[in-house]
């Protein structure tokens, strides 16, 4: 069972909307939670990192965590075209050696024009 | 700054050859990560390695091998290629395995394609 869930989407939203992207993780032990965007054929790029319940602003980006409900979301606001890309989380697991990420499917944003 | 590099970022083979994929972690980075993406699919774990040893293993065949070497970078090495492993492969990089260090930066990848 993935541990990581994101609805793949794709998620359309027109141009200048908030854009919420959601996703849910099954271990209570994870601390560090990440959003990554990937264009399509490109590598996946840091966009945020959270570790607190509540929310952390950048630019326009948002991240949401409430770990009590296992929950981090990431709000894009003023949605631009060059937005449209695969958003995948990551949440950190404790592995045998030490802390690693698992990441879910990602999930699709197309911001319309 | 610097970033993860990898080598080659094309790669064409035939089936049955082998392949070695190369990693150069961020400076001071000296936990590496491969990881496999198939294409219209997540990231896949293959393996990691911290400080020299595997760290972690995940869904990488027996097929393929790994390691650190002591400048920390790393190589992938991919024996008796089968068609279904044309993908983009991708390298990443972190300070460490602790909390609050393991943030993963990825390279730009290697997109390997097998005939």
């Known amino acids: 069972q993935k541990e990581v869930e994101q609805n793949s989407g794709p998620l359309s939203v027109p141009e200048g909307a908030i854009a919420s992207l959601n996703c849910t993780y099954s271990?209570?032990?994870?601390?560090?939670f990440f959003w990554y965007r990937q264009y399509s054929g490109k590598s996946p790029e840091l966009i945020m990192f959270i570790y607190s319940n509540g929310d952390k602003e950048d630019g326009r980006f948002t991240a949401q965590l409430n770990k009590a409900s296992q929950y981090v979301s990431l709000l894009i606001r003023d949605s631009q075209p060059s937005d449209s890309a695969t958003y995948l989380c990551a949440v950190n697991i404790l592995s045998n050696s030490g802390y690693a990420l698992n990441f879910g499917k990602g999930t699709s944003l197309l911001v319309t024009p | 700054a610097a970033g993860v590099i990898q080598s080659p970022r094309h790669l064409i083979k035939e089936k049955r050859e082998t392949a070695t994929l190369k990693c150069y972690p961020i400076?001071?980075?000296?936990?590496v990560y491969w990881y496999q993406q198939g294409p219209g699919q997540d990231p896949q774990f293959l393996i990691s390695f911290y400080e020299k040893m595997q760290s972690d293993k995940g869904s990488i065949p027996d097929r393929f091998s790994a390691q650190q070497f002591s400048d920390y970078h790393s190589e992938l090495n991919m024996s008796s290629l089968e068609l279904g492993d044309s993908a983009l492969y991708f390298c990443?990089?972190?300070?460490?395995?602790?909390?609050?260090?393991?943030?993963?930066?990825f390279g730009p990848g290697t997109r390997l394609l097998v005939l």
């Open positions: 271990d209570r032990g994870s601390q560090s």
């Open positions: 400076p001071r980075h000296d936990t």
């Open positions: 990443a990089s972190s300070l460490g395995l602790l909390a609050g260090r393991e943030t993963q930066y």
